[in-house]
């Protein structure tokens, strides 16, 4: 039985859920999780399902994250960078105090997914702990995938990963599809599902589901649903403050706050599905057969990568805004490509342990 330590970005829930179906992985396994170092921010809330499924200690810290327009919804890239400088001091103290929990736990192998300061960690304390490295970002050296405009963006999206995989002993590179050539010590695998995701037996109903990870493209969803009062929504956010769940300006147009059981429902349910972009919330949708209409963030570089190797995968279109008539012109003619994903994703299990066994320290006794 073997030691691991995860270090989460806590700015994306698809880190969160991706860990969560790790640590069952590995339990089934027979090795442990001994503790989860949860990078936070003012923005955002770490989600109740996280410390309800994570069946190891929790630990949280400062971290670096995005700044917004006025609006909530675009990202700002400079005021992001200056941001973040003028709070260096903070992630310093970040950096010590994941140093003394690591420490303290004494993991075999830590995890990163995908977390800015996990890289740090390794630069800053030299940790002869192996480290190992998982996200959907890391493709994004494959020659395969396709880069939107902006050398700029694309520069400091590839610096950033860079610096999160710092002498990481292999970096996982999740994808929406196979590929058959690895690259050097990047291995493509598929998306970790979690088994309620897994399990889930779709149905299609009359109505429309949508995420919004910056709560600002709301106002842009009510704006559309003026014009299509006859369409049904359901939309999840994060907005401080709304009720759990508001119908008050249309019956057909429903927000919720996010609910992790009550969101799994209605994307088992929905005809489609709309989402800022995320990899994780896609592959749930390519999963259960659900066409999607991608809407990356705006100034979102890494949102715009998503969406474009999303369409080219199959799971359905991209937009630059919150027009949902594309989606609902789009879903008659969508092709179906639940069981290649499916196929692909049953693969995970075998693919990740056998990885991740192979990165422990050679005198470490694992199960085979």
């Known amino acids: 039985m073997a030691k691991f330590l995860f270090i989460v970005q806590g700015e994306g829930r698809g880190h969160m859920t991706q860990a969560i179906s790790l640590q069952n992985l590995l ?15 003012p923005n955002r809330e770490i989600p109740d399902f996280f410390f309800e499924q994570i069946e190891a200690p929790i630990e949280t810290f400062g971290s670096p994250n995005f700044v917004t327009d006025k609006q909530k919804k675009a990202i700002r890239i400079f005021p992001t960078i200056t941001y973040n400088l003028k709070h260096a001091r903070k992630f310093l103290g970040s950096l010590r105090d994941m140093h003394q929990k690591i420490q303290q736990y004494q993991p075999d192998l830590i995890i990163n997914f995908y977390d800015f300061l996990g890289g740090l960690y390794k630069w800053r304390f030299k940790s002869p702990i192996p480290m190992v490295c998982i996200g959907h970002q890391y493709f994004l050296d494959h020659p395969e995938f396709t880069f939107p405009e902006g050398k700029l963006d694309q520069f400091l999206l590839k610096t950033n990963s860079k610096i999160t995989a710092y002498k990481a002993t292999k970096k996982l590179a999740l994808s929406f599809q196979k590929y058959l050539d690895d690259l050097g010590n990047t291995v493509i695998v598929p998306p970790k599902l979690r088994k309620i995701v897994q ?14 990870n910056n709560d600002g493209y709301g106002d842009e969803i009510m704006k559309w649903h003026e014009q299509h009062r ?20 249309h019956p057909n147009l429903t927000f919720h706050q996010i609910n992790a059981p009550k969101f799994l429902e209605k994307m088992r349910t929905c005809k489609g599905f709309v989402t800022t972009a995320g990899f994780e919330s896609v592959c749930e949708a390519m999963y259960l057969g659900k066409p999607v209409m991608m809407v990356p963030v705006e100034g979102h570089f890494e949102q715009h990568c998503n969406a474009l190797d999303g369409q080219k995968a199959g799971a359905g279109i991209m937009s630059k805004t919150f027009d949902l008539s594309k989606l609902l012109a789009y879903i008659p003619q969508h092709q179906p490509i639940q069981d290649k994903m499916q196929d692909w994703v049953q693969q995970a299990p075998a693919i990740f342990i056998q990885t991740l066994e192979a990165c422990l320290p050679a005198e470490q006794d694992v199960k085979v």
């Open 230 to 249: 006859s369409v049904r929504l359901h939309c999840f956010w994060d907005r401080k403050g709304a009720p759990e769940e508001d119908s008050s300006m």
């Open 27 to 41: 339990k089934q396994a027979g090795h442990e999780l001994v503790a989860v170092l949860v990078g936070k921010s």
């Open 199 to 212: 399990a889930q037996v779709p149905e299609v109903q009359d109505f429309i589901l949508v995420y919004v």
